[in-house]
């Protein structure tokens, strides 16, 4: 079946940027999405982005998209201690039935040093 | 952030007994999920709704039920509670399919002694 993978742990300084990495093996995957969790909170969607695309960049996220090599990348710019968090890569394939099935990734735990 | 709420936000239950989590949201958006959260595991669709009285299994589905009587409420039971149901419990709403991504409640921690 679909598998999303990433790695486990990330620390950066304050004030560095912090690239997420994911893996996924679903060729049909279409959409491709980064959420954010926080103790005790609900996933929060950042950003998604679609598979004809190689790029996008909203504020201090850029999310590249390799599909040759289905690779998903996060970069968070000038990272804050507010960022640190989970991080959950998510996919989905095309539409089809009555709902759109996503795969999560099991999570990156981002920690900043201050 | 979307109007979704979870209900308990923590409950501590007994092997046996019957639980049930609501899940209830302002946005009315037509498709709804129940996700458990559980180290190494990520998230894992439980049920899913997509409209009132329409729900189907998704892939841990063993030893739940779902019921979604109005398109704010989607309710999911634990006919008989089992220690291996301890998890954290997430409801997420989407629009039209959710190729826009899905809106997550704050979550029911549920502990089974």
């Known amino acids: 079946g679909e598998d999303v993978e990433q790695s486990l742990f990330l620390s950066v300084r304050e004030g560095d940027s912090s690239v997420i990495n994911c893996t996924y093996t679903d060729s049909s995957s279409t959409y491709l999405y980064w959420y954010k969790q926080e103790p005790g909170a609900g996933l929060q969607l950042l950003t998604y982005i679609f598979s004809n695309m190689d790029m996008k960049q909203d504020q201090r996220l850029t999310v590249l998209l390799n599909k040759k090599d289905k690779h998903l990348s996060l970069r968070i710019a000038d990272t804050q201690t507010g960022d640190s968090a989970i991080y959950f890569c998510a996919e989905s394939p095309p539409i089809s039935g009555g709902y759109q099935k996503v795969t999560f990734g099991t999570g990156t735990k981002l920690q900043v040093i201050p | 952030d979307a109007g979704i709420t979870q209900s308990p936000r923590h409950k501590v239950t007994e092997t046996g007994t019957p639980v049930t989590l609501r899940c209830h949201q302002t946005?009315?958006?037509?498709?709804m999920y129940w996700y458990r959260q559980d180290p190494g595991h990520g998230l894992r669709l439980i049920h899913y709704s997509y409209g009132v009285k329409d729900t189907d299994k998704g892939e841990v589905s063993d030893g739940y039920s779902v019921s979604r009587s109005k398109t704010e409420d989607f309710l999911l039971t634990l006919e008989s509670a089992t220690s291996s149901q301890t998890s954290v419990y997430f409801c997420?709403?989407?629009?039209?399919?959710?190729?826009?991504?899905?809106?997550f409640g704050p979550g029911t921690r549920l502990t089974v002694l």
């Open positions: 997420a709403i989407s629009e039209e399919r959710g190729a826009l991504g899905q809106f």
């Open positions: 946005e009315n958006h037509r498709y």
